[in-house]
């Protein structure tokens, strides 16, 4: 049992303040009375991300902070309106309407923002796709959702196989030099001179606004279908566990194209009104803590892969830059080794964060508050509102220090409605029609604090103990030579199964039998001997997403001979 703790934080907004007496009093209609349905039984996400400030006074504060390898750009409330409003009429006068699919396929820059909020402010349902995707991926998510409009770069264009997708109507190109057609539209060539004022459609609390594919064990990706209300639960979050206020600030580094680049890196920071700080292009460590540093970023909310990325770039790159605007630092994705939090605790003098939420969930669920102690590993604590807990396969509670299903009772504000298409998979999803399970492995400490051991999938039985891969992984990226590993459990005939590791080495270390005998006793000594790996291989590099998970199914299947199934959120 780990016993590190981390004191809460001293300096910071602590918008949270007491978390059991906020945990045990909360209910969600304290968050509703801020929004425009409370008045008029009708809302719309981009007028309350944006116009709403606007319209109150603060349109002249930076929404937007813009930049990448060629362009630096800022805007505030009143053009972040006005500009998704000119969108919105672009969009508008092509025949876009209230539950039309409008998917955007670009890479970050300001108008893909301008875009999002102009569909969603004319009531379309908008499914943003990551720019890395390829044909196929395209074609799988706007065939399935019946797409009527795709906005996309003269680039990007090739990769949508547009004479396969029949419901296609229009094609928005935004780039230089478009030739229109029956059903080509020059984005800019309208954008310029559409009107700074759009008729918002008022839309209900529960009518769709996003759709965000995301791939299973098994089969192809699912629609997972986002609506209004959503919006409640990204206000509360926005202050509870990002810990935001008006001057803050905030930089998320995830790409819209996945839900924590929507539900945080649009919805959630500007519901409360902060500045955004948007970088496009690649990861580089230089280019990261040069962003935090150019922007005075304050709240930071990023992923275990990057902060490992850094940790690996070393400290001097770190301290080449001057973070000392940065007050509050969280992560969300895949499990933040505890190695990790030593690290942040070392080099940047704070804690990081974890949350712990998915697509489905569409907002943060159990999470570490600054007002609240840390065990370094553990994703925290439920939000004030949801009740988490640690279910068996028929729905019932299991006790504290007991490995089961992490499932959420059912009825938290940004729940998904619908998976696109597929109402016997959304139903899946549900026990006895109250707990939706997660699909994690979880337990619940005598404190309350939740652990995530892996997906239920993923669990290894070996030689009758139930290991977590996620504890071994994190053991062996502790080992100096280990830069990321990926732990499988492969069926042995003697002990169920047995557990092997995939490894990349850190620059520097060679691959040899010695240095397999050194990490495996590492392991025996720092874990337990069961949940050493009998078997080790070495790669280049591992499988990930593009969320930056690593891919085990991937790694089963290299190692079954099977087919690795869908790739298409693999990263290149
Ligand atoms: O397995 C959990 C892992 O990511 C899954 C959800 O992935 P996705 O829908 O892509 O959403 C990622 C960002 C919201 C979960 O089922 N996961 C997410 N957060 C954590 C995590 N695993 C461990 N610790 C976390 N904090």
């Known amino acids: ?38 008045t008029t039984g009708l809302v719309n996400m981009a007028y309350e991300a944006i116009d709403r400030h606007a319209d109150l006074g603060k349109g002249s504060n930076v929404a937007l902070y813009y930049s990448d390898q060629n362009r630096k750009e800022n805007y505030t409330f009143q053009e972040m309106k006005e500009f998704s409003n000119k969108a919105g009429n672009v969009l508008r006068n092509i025949g876009v309407g209230k539950g039309d699919r409008v998917f955007i396929f670009m890479p970050r820059t300001p108008e893909l923002y301008f875009v999002l909020l102009g569909a969603i402010k004319l009531g379309a349902i908008v499914g943003p796709l990551f720019e890395a995707f390829m044909e196929g991926a395209v074609k799988d998510r706007l065939e399935d959702s019946s797409a009527k409009v795709i906005i996309t770069t003269p680039d990007l264009i090739g990769r949508v196989p547009v004479d396969e997708l029949p419901d296609l ?49 098994t089969g192809k990706p699912k629609g997972v279908l986002h609506v209004h209300n959503a919006m409640v639960q990204h206000y509360e979050t926005a202050k509870w566990v990002l810990d935001l206020k008006e001057n803050d600030i905030y930089w998320c580094t995830a790409d819209p194209g996945w839900v924590t680049g929507t539900s945080y890196g649009v919805f959630a920071p500007w519901l409360v009104g902060v500045s955004n700080v948007i970088r496009g292009g690649r990861f580089s460590p230089d280019d990261w803590y040069q962003t935090i540093e150019d922007h005075q970023v304050t709240v930071w909310y990023s992923a275990p892969t990057a902060f490992r990325m850094l940790m690996g770039a070393g400290n001097d790159v770190f301290n080449n830059y001057n973070l000392s605007s940065l007050r509050h630092v969280l992560s969300v994705g895949e499990p933040l080794n505890p190695e990790v939090v030593r ?71 940004s729940m998904m409605r619908a998976i696109w298409n597929r109402p016997e998979k959304y139903e899946s999803y549900f026990l ?33 103990e139930r290991v977590g891969p996620f504890e071994i992984e994190s053991k062996l990226v502790e080992h100096p030579a280990v830069a990321e590993a990926g732990v499988i459990g492969k069926p042995d005939p003697v ?50 997403t593009r969320s930056g998970k690593i891919m085990r199914r991937v790694l089963k299947a290299w190692e079954l001979d099977l087919p ?9």
């Open 495 to 544: 002990r169920g199964e047995i557990i092997k590791a995939f490894i990349s080495l850190r620059d520097g270390y060679a691959p040899s039998e010695e240095l397999q005998e050194e990490i495996r006793s590492f392991v025996k000594k720092g874990l337990a001997a069961h949940a050493a790996p009998r078997e080790m291989e070495f790669k280049d590099s591992l499988p990930k």
């Open 564 to 572: 690795t199934g869908d790739l298409s959120t693999m990263e290149d």
């Open 169 to 217: 109507q229009k094609i928005v190109l935004v780039g230089s030099s478009v030739e229109e057609d029956a059903q080509t539209v020059d984005f800019y060539r309208h954008f310029e001179t559409a009107t700074t004022t759009l008729e918002i459609e008022w839309v209900d609390r529960e009518d769709g606004m996003i759709l965000h594919y995301t791939s299973g064990s």
């Open 1 to 38: 049992m780990i016993t590190e703790i981390l004191s809460p934080k001293q300096t910071g907004n602590h918008n949270l303040k007491n978390y059991e007496e906020q945990y045990n009093s909360y209910e969600w209609d304290q968050a509703e009375q801020q929004f425009s349905w409370h």
């Open 343 to 413: 690290w942040g605790m070392e080099v940047m003098k704070l804690r990081i964060h974890d949350t712990w939420w998915m697509t489905e969930t569409g907002a943060q669920l159990i999470c570490n508050y600054p007002s609240m102690e840390i065990k370094p590993g553990s994703m925290g604590k439920p939000i004030p509102g949801v009740e988490a807990a640690i279910v068996d396969d028929k729905g019932n509670k299991l006790p504290p220090n007991r490995m089961g299903n992490l499932a959420i009772k059912k009825g938290w504000p």
């Open 432 to 464: 006895s029609g109250d707990w939706y399970v997660s699909g994690d492995s979880a337990y619940m400490d005598e404190d309350g604090y939740f652990w995530f051991q892996g997906r239920v999938d993923d669990v290894i039985m070996t030689a009758g």
